[in-house]
């Protein structure tokens, strides 16, 4: 079951130590203070009209918010944070930690949940129009800035 594989991905990455060095990991990208996890990747859209990433871009948000139903059972409600901001900020030369610099690139809003001195985040990669889409989950001990 994908939920399942989810879940167990963020328990994981919950209870694995940050590393030193920011780096590629076994599920996505970690570094100090931060794990950011590509939970499900889609084909890219190079051949498609618009039509069919429309289609997949529901699916994606629907996968995302029963994901988050399970999480909001563990956790409570989540707080939803755009990102759009701190891309703004980022393009005006402001310095934006990691992960949400890695995240306000291509994921334009998040659930939060606050679970033993972490944030958990969740939320779903665009990128440009030809590219896949990704479900991803951070956790992290950085505060969004």
Same mark, same amino acid.
């Given at each position: 079951?994908? $939920?399942?594989?989810?879940?167990? =991905?963020?328990?994981?990455?919950? =209870?694995?130590?940050?590393?030193?060095?920011?780096?590629?990991?076994?599920?996505?990208?970690?570094?100090?203070?931060?794990?950011?996890?590509?939970?499900?990747?889609?084909?890219?859209?190079?051949?498609?009209?618009?039509?069919?990433?429309?289609?997949?871009?529901?699916?994606?948000?629907?996968?995302?918010?029963?994901? $988050?139903?399970?999480?909001?059972?563990?956790?409570?409600?989540?707080?939803?944070?755009?990102?759009?901001?701190?891309?703004?900020?980022?393009?005006?030369?402001?310095?934006?930690?990691?992960?949400?610099?890695?995240?306000c690139n291509a994921v334009p809003?998040?659930?939060?949940?606050?679970?033993?001195?972490?944030?958990?985040?969740?939320?779903?990669?665009?990128?440009?129009?030809?590219?896949?889409?990704?479900?991803?989950?951070?956790? =992290?001990?950085?505060?969004?800035?």
């Open positions: 079951m994908t $939920a399942a594989r989810h879940l167990a =991905t963020l328990d994981l990455l919950r =209870t694995r130590a940050f590393p030193d060095r920011r780096g590629r990991s076994d599920v996505g990208e970690s570094g100090p203070g931060f794990h950011v996890a590509e939970l499900s990747t889609s084909d890219d859209f190079r051949d498609d009209d618009g039509s069919c990433r429309e289609d997949v871009e529901e699916q994606w948000e629907a996968e995302r918010e029963g994901l $988050a139903l399970l999480l909001t059972v563990r956790w409570g409600e989540p707080q939803v944070f755009s990102l759009d901001s701190l891309l703004t900020r980022g393009f005006a030369g402001e310095h934006i930690p990691d992960p949400w610099d890695l995240l809003d998040v659930h939060l949940w606050r679970v033993d001195g972490r944030w958990i985040v969740l939320g779903v990669a665009y990128g440009d129009k030809e590219m896949p889409l990704r479900l991803v989950a951070a956790v =992290t001990t950085v505060d969004p800035p």
